[in-house]
């Protein structure tokens, strides 16, 4: 199965900050977001930004003020060291879905950030490596076409292509 | 803000005074006091107001829940016991922490 089909690079749509430039490109994809049970479990749209750098998936808070209409609370379950400001827990669990695929649970180690000015991007969330590992995802990211890709494991062509590309590096390797 | 309300009179002062870092980390502090004693509970605070504190993380989160509605202000926070924050801090790692990168 894959999620994403050569996607190409390109910016987010939602902006929260002036001057965000249009040289930003990135793997930017819309995905839905489900919360176990903040905002009654509706499929809520965002913009996400893929990031392998990034050790943990990041909410912005301001992106859950969108769903007033929909939520009798601010945030879905947040928590944190009152001395830590650099972000809180998300303690509520969560799924993303891409375009039409599954949903996939989203990591425990997630957090939020509260000021935008230390949001990295313009983007409501940031899925980090965290996200990546924990389903066992595969991002191919083509630099010739500007164009990635996300590939879940649980599917026969995605398993041959990730044995093609690790016997390929392997035979590398020993030559 | 303070100054300019003191000088033209534009307003009462009690707001700029409630917004005050000073005051803000107080309240941090007192907070963080409160789970120290705590260090394997999960503590719920609205301001220097303890709300709950229990091992029962559903529990904790219900009272965290109604005490967003209960009409007294400030935000409330789940302050998780002591193995979890430091979990927390040791993860904050990499591009995430660094939006001077993208910014």
Redesign the interface.
Known sequence: MILLREEPFRVAEARF?SGGGSD?QGLVVRVFVRFGKWAERAELQAEAFI?P????T?FRRSWFGRFTAVA???TP????????K??R?V??PFEFRFGTGPWLEGPV?T?ERADD?????HEDI?I??DFLTQNGLLLVIDGATKTYSLLHPGDDANRGTRERIRQAITDDAQQ | MTATCLVWKLGPNTFDRAMRPKTIQS???A??AV?DLHPSE?VVMKGRVVLEITSD?ER??AV??RA??DGTPGEP????PLQ??L???Q?????????W???
């Open positions: 900050h930003a990031d750098g990034a050790d943990v990041t009798s609370q601010p379950w947040v928590s944190g060291d009152p001395a830590d650099r972000g827990a303690s509520e180690s957090i000015r230390d949001f990295p991007g940031l980090g490596r | 309240v941090t502090d907070q963080a789970a999960f993380k904790a989160f965290w829940t967003w509605a926070i789940v302050i998780p979890e924050r979990l927390l801090r993860r904050l790692a990499g591009r995430g922490a660094e939006p990168r993208r910014l």
